[in-house]
């Protein structure tokens, strides 16, 4: 890849003038840390506390499982600055696109039950779905992103998933593969959920809808607070998110600074490059992207990015798969099942150029401070979530102030992982 230059000038001149001229620091409010931490794990309450003291972190959540064990469990900040409104052990926050390997889990569930099979085709359940180039392919390619459907022709109403469901399924018929399916991957930003929301829809024989198949199948058996939409009965509860800003794109990029950074500022900047083309697919756009703390909105389900959750569920979710699948005798995955959820599909360059990654049955793997690969999903602004099989861990992170454009690389995140890792080698040392 051509190492651009000019932008490193470009931003070098913007991060200089914003050092001398943006007020960081809020006024006139107190900072607080709340919540519990294994005594072995100090350290990365110490962190998180720090960085919220700095307000280099304005309101967020992190939380880690153990064996099955909750070791770390913290929050601090505000849910909602504006209002002085302060983050609290029972605060919801939106998960974007870390709400897709939620959806990742619960796939697999359906595999389990044998409602879906990785390899069987996407037209097996969704007959209409057979058409323009689409019949080949398989419910393994939609969820590993190689279907060639991250780019939509046009786009529609979000609100039409709540107001006329059969609309928005002959929209997504009537879609071309932009690639041939299969022999590439691409990150299918939006339309990842609208396809598999549908297909779990189909495929369920209650032909329920994924809010109500989470809430059954996952949620209450195993006490996980994450809903897909808000409930209206726990907007109390919810954060209120602040959009990514270009100050904190800035921010991100010259703290994490690498060639690959530059490449995701260069892709971003350009509302043609393929992944943004992805970005702006599926949905009509609305009038702001902070519509999204509009109940009105906020309430619709879609495993895209419209999951809403904290840090403590989603370290348990994926705590439970990190530990063989099973919880106080309750088994959610079996251990083949984990060990399938668990295994690449497709690794290299992705089509749009941004990702260079390994890329599972809905998730990705990303490396841990130790090197060894984790899965989960991270979402826009920062969020992370996912399981540590060989470590038997289960991290989450939420914030509602959002930082970074990332995979999983968000600066105040990848503190408090490290400072996890570091904990936990001495704590597994010391118990011998």
Request: aromatic share 14%.
């Amino acid at each position: 890849m051509e190492k651009p230059g000019h932008y490193v000038l470009l931003l070098t001149a913007v991060a200089v003038i914003l050092s001398q001229s943006y007020p960081w620091q809020e006024s006139g409010l107190t900072t607080a840390v709340d919540g519990y931490v294994h005594p072995a794990f100090q350290k990365v309450y110490d962190v998180f506390k720090k960085n919220i003291k700095a307000n280099l972190e304005k309101g967020a959540c992190f939380s880690a499982y153990y064996k099955g064990e909750l070791v770390v469990d913290i929050w601090g900040g505000y849910s909602d600055i504006e209002a002085a409104r302060k983050w609290k052990n029972d605060t919801l926050s939106i998960m974007f696109s870390s709400t897709k390997g939620v959806s990742a889990i619960l796939v697999a569930l359906f595999v389990q039950k044998g409602y879906l099979d990785y390899n069987k085709l996407v037209s097996h359940y969704w007959p209409e779905f057979r058409k323009n180039g689409k019949e080949n392919i398989t419910v393994e390619m939609l969820l590993s992103h190689q279907a060639g459907l991250s780019i939509t022709n046009g786009t529609i109403d979000i609100r039409l998933l709540r107001t006329n469901p059969r609309e928005v399924e002959a929209f997504l018929e009537e879609q071309r593969p932009v690639w041939k399916p299969g022999t590439a991957y691409s990150y299918h930003v939006i339309t990842f959920g609208m396809y598999v929301d549908v297909l779990l829809r189909k495929a369920d024989p209650k032909h329920r809808n994924v809010d109500q198949i989470f809430r059954e199948e996952i949620a209450t058996p195993f006490d996980i607070d994450i809903h897909y939409g808000m409930p209206r009965s726990e907007l109390h509860r919810n954060s209120r998110f602040v959009p990514l800003s270009l100050t904190n794109i800035l921010k991100h990029t010259f703290k994490s600074f690498s060639w690959h950074q530059l490449n995701v500022f260069r892709t971003i900047m350009n509302p043609m490059s393929r992944f943004m083309r992805a970005s702006y697919s599926g949905f009509k756009q609305e009038p702001t992207f902070a519509a999204f703390n509009n109940p009105d909105l906020n309430q619709i389900p879609l495993t895209s990015f419209l999951g809403f959750g904290n840090a403590r569920s989603l370290a348990k979710l994926w705590g439970i798969i990190a530990n063989g699948g099973s919880y106080n005798n309750k088994t959610l995955l079996t251990p083949d099942m984990v060990h399938l959820l668990g295994t690449p599909v497709v690794a290299g360059r992705s089509w749009d150029g941004l990702l260079d990654v390994s890329v599972g049955r809905g998730v990705f793997f990303l490396p841990t401070p130790q090197g060894h690969l984790s899965f989960g999903h991270a979402g826009y602004g920062g969020q992370a979530a996912y399981a540590d099989l060989e470590k038997k861990v289960g991290l989450g992170y939420l914030t509602s102030y959002l930082k970074a454009f990332t995979l999983g690389d968000d600066v105040q995140f990848l503190q408090y992982e490290a400072a996890f890792y570091e904990c936990l080698e001495k704590y597994i040392g010391e118990k011998g």
